[in-house]
């Protein structure tokens, strides 16, 4: 087990469970560290402060943090010795004894999931949802029943570590480039996502969305049956949007008017999670009680409050450009954009069509200065840096006027500055109630 963290942790456990011998190794754990301590406990053998090649000796399978990438030395050296390499999604997705859908995407992953997981739980479908929503999957699984559906959302640095992993049904929401860092290329990138659907068969379901054209290319490769959704398109055998409603095939679902979720790219995420829905066994009734009242999933466009006129949107999960732009085109109204974060070293000319109705600018993190480039080259009225998220906010407020928007959505990762994008989120949450 390289790397333990909470997921690591948690598959270490599971593997101990199951009668296992488990090799736990982590760079900056502790020996005083509770896991550790009881992880020790169990009979795991566990190596601190390093990462020497000797941990591999011995070992039939190397279980990794998701995040490690496949150059780091004790990787490469097990994928030269021919040791399977997985992530605990693998081991967590062979003990799930129900039925299970995966859902994954460039963006849209997290909102879907949640939209799925309600939609059955209001249809009285037993069901849990974990994966990169938050929730360890090999944690859940420990409880989950056998007529319990199991939801998972998943990331292509989970799903490149799979094997034998075959969701019942399948979600592909998108493909656009992303974790070029971690993936190398594109086309590396595109491969790990299409794993959700690789060991499908006739009997298993992928639900695709038919106006992105890279998804319906790989799609074809699926052996499962294949669901579309589609915001431009009537669909015979999949969920479509018309003028004024949502259908599935050829069942009027709701009306666009009826449904609280704001921002359009929202709309292929419901005809995603609709399909889903329906062919777990979801009701009409159910996935209606849903979307009149799911207004949005922390760290997603979640509307945190409003002051003097002016509305705040914690949207930290934006960790790419094209969730800043998606953003940014939930809302006609003036907006004051926070934003920077990690730099992976791309430009953000992107951005600049999107910065139309960005009337200022609060940047932080590595990204800084490229944003404050681009928010000039779009003519961005007023454009400051702030070195903390409370001088950010206290910034954004000072340069808005009622009626503005305040959003904080980075375009970056959190990792320069945050452990995770949820703390970014929540220190944005703290300081507008502190504005308050």
């Known amino acids: 087990m390289l790397g333990l963290a909470k997921s690591g942790t948690a598959a270490a456990n599971l593997l101990l469970d199951q009668g296992l011998t488990v090799r736990v190794n982590d760079m ?15 009979g795991a053998e566990v190596v601190l402060g390093g990462h020497p090649l000797s941990v591999l000796d011995g070992v039939e399978l190397l279980v990794k943090n998701p995040g490690i990438p496949y150059d780091q030395p004790v990787v490469a050296e097990a994928v030269e010795r021919g040791i399977p390499v997985i992530t605990e999604i693998e081991i967590a997705a062979r003990l799930a004894e129900g039925k299970t859908i995966g859902i994954t995407g460039s963006n849209g992953k997290t909102t879907t999931t949640t939209l799925v997981t309600e939609m059955l739980k209001k249809s009285h479908v037993p069901v849990k949802a974990a994966g990169n929503i938050g929730l360890v999957a090999s944690e859940v699984v420990k409880t989950l029943g056998s007529e319990e559906r199991l939801v998972l959302e998943l990331s292509s640095f989970q799903l490149q570590g799979t094997l034998e992993f075959r969701p019942d049904i399948a979600v592909l929401l998108n493909l656009y480039e992303a974790h070029l860092d971690y993936h190398k290329s594109v086309a590396n990138y595109h491969a790990a996502k299409c794993n959700i659907f690789k060991n499908q068969s006739a009997d298993d379901y992928v639900v695709y969305n038919a106006d992105d ?5 790989a799609v074809t490769a699926a052996k499962s049956k294949k669901v579309p959704f589609s915001l431009e398109q009537q669909l015979e055998n999949g969920a479509w949007l018309s003028d004024d409603a949502v259908y599935f095939k050829d069942e009027r679902i709701i ?5 609280v979720l704001v921002g359009e790219h929202n709309l292929a995420n419901i005809l995603a999670a609709v399909a889903a829905a329906m062919l777990a066994g979801a009701s009409g009734e159910g996935i209606r009680e849903v979307l009149t009242s799911f207004s949005g999933v922390r760290h997603r466009l979640q509307y945190v409050g409003k002051l003097h ?5 914690n949207d ?15 809302f006609s109204q003036p907006v004051i954009l926070l934003c920077g974060g990690l730099d992976r070293g791309n430009g953000f000319d ?5 910065l139309t109705h960005v009337k200022g600018m609060v940047t932080f993190g590595e990204t800084a200065k490229k944003l404050e480039a681009a928010g000039n080259d779009a003519n961005v009225q007023k454009i400051e840096h702030a070195e ?4 950010a906010v206290e910034k954004a407020y000072r340069m808005s006027a009622e009626e503005d928007v305040i959003l ?6 959190s990792w320069d500055q945050y452990p995770t994008f949820e703390k970014r989120g929540d220190m944005f949450i703290d300081a507008v109630h502190n504005l308050v």
Request: charged share 20%; net charge positive; proline share 3%.
């Open 28 to 42: 900056k754990a502790s020996a005083e560290d509770q896991s550790v301590i009881n992880l020790k406990a169990r």
């Open 213 to 217: 054209a890279a998804v319906a290319a």
């Open 255 to 259: 009306s666009r008017a009826d449904i």
């Open 309 to 313: 006129g002016r509305q705040f949107y």
């Open 316 to 330: 930290s999960k934006a960790t790419n450009i094209l969730a800043t732009q998606k953003a940014l085109a939930s």
């Open 350 to 354: 992107e951005l600049l069509p999107s």
């Open 388 to 391: 903390t998220m409370q001088e």
């Open 408 to 413: 904080l959505s980075p375009a970056c990762a």
